[in-house]
């Protein structure tokens, strides 16, 4: 049996690299379906439970539509409004319910530690779809199964890999799950681009270094970087004390083609977790990035399916009967990868 069976999916503390390219074997076997060339029923009658108190697009989306593509059915809950936490019921008791009425529940939440707590009352699985400004394991996954994915393009495995992560490390939960996940490889040089205010916690710092990977700090995009991905993020101004305070940020690391060829190899991969920022006072990552070929931010999107497709698969236990399931696709279906 795998590892992951019954298992909930709160911090990428919990994965080796074992468990790592087990994931990612089973995600490659999810394109034909992701891509509508298959269709599987394996998950017929199953139910997730998709609680999202914050604020989310590809995440939400991307949960249901894996699930969806399982074969399951999903039913959701948006906004901390809308449900009963509005009317101070617990976490406990909320997931002591929904879990009743769910076979495994992803959930996303405004404040740190929320998930695993919550997952304490449930009854079934609880994948941590980003806690506050904690961590957000499963965007970790789709972007280090990116990464493998890019680098093995330019004939580079992960170990040695060097990631220049750029503007808010401080807030940016997507950077502190990523970063713990690359302290599995080896020899990683981590160039960390934030002002002091937004630099990464000293926690990550301290696992990245007891791991005996390099990492300096660099208050702006200067010099030029051999970094082989470069990372970027946005102003995570919703967990500012105030919004006057995220202002003062707002801008500040912009990246566009002209900037990318000043600091950056011709080769460097460009990721985002995004959603971008792309008002013009903030337009971190610019349009005209699009036509460069290195930008990996819709691939990355795209992989997101993939992945949490495999983690459903591995924890509701069914990642070896995906395809005894199979039905044949009918509708027009010409789908170009991202
Ligand atoms: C990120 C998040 O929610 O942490 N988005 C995402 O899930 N892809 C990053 C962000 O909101 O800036």
């Not at 901390?80 to 002591?96: H, I, M, P």
């Not at 495995?157 to 599995?184: E, N, P, Q, W």
């Not at 710092?205 to 990492?215: F, M, P, S, V, Y």
């Amino acid at each position: 049996m795998n590892q992951l069976v019954g298992q909930h999916v709160l911090s990428v503390d919990q994965f080796d690299r074992e468990t790592l390219n087990h994931i990612f074997h089973v995600a490659r076997q999810m394109e034909p379906y992701a891509l509508r060339q298959k269709r599987t029923t394996v998950l017929d009658g199953a139910i997730l439970g998709n609680l999202f108190f914050e604020p989310s697009t590809r995440t939400r989306v991307s949960f249901g539509t894996a699930f969806n593509l399982l074969g399951g059915h999903v039913r959701e809950t948006t906004g901390k409004q809308n449900s009963a936490l509005a009317k101070g019921e617990s976490l406990f008791d909320t997931a002591r319910v929904l879990s009743g009425y769910s076979d495994i529940i992803a959930m996303r939440h405004p404040d740190a530690g929320s998930v695993s707590e919550f997952a304490k009352g449930s009854r079934v699985p609880v994948i941590n779809g980003g806690d506050g400004a904690n961590e957000h394991p499963t965007q970790a996954l789709l972007d280090l199964f990116t990464i493998e994915r890019e680098l093995a393009f330019h004939g580079k495995g992960i170990d040695g890999l060097h990631i220049a992560m750029i503007g808010d490390l401080r807030y940016g939960r997507t950077v502190h799950s990523l970063s713990k996940l690359l302290c599995l490889f080896k020899n990683i040089t981590f160039t960390l681009i934030a002002p002091n205010e937004l630099s990464m916690p000293q926690k990550v710092l301290d696992d990245i270094e007891n791991a005996g990977h390099k990492w300096h700090i660099v208050e702006q995009i200067e010099g030029s970087h051999d970094a082989d991905i470069c990372y970027q993020t946005r102003i995570q101004e919703e967990r500012f004390p105030s919004q006057q305070e995220a202002d003062k940020f707002r801008g500040k690391f912009r990246l566009n083609q002209a900037i990318y060829t000043r600091h950056f190899q011709s080769k460097t991969v460009i990721m985002h977790p995004l959603p971008r920022d792309s008002r013009m006072e903030a337009n971190e990552l610019d349009n005209d990035l699009n036509v460069n070929p290195n930008l990996a931010i819709f691939r990355q999107t795209d992989n997101g399916v993939l992945v949490r497709m495999a983690l459903f698969a591995l924890t509701l236990g069914v990642e070896n009967l995906v395809q005894q399931y199979d039905k044949d696709v009918v509708w027009f279906n010409n789908k170009e990868q991202g």
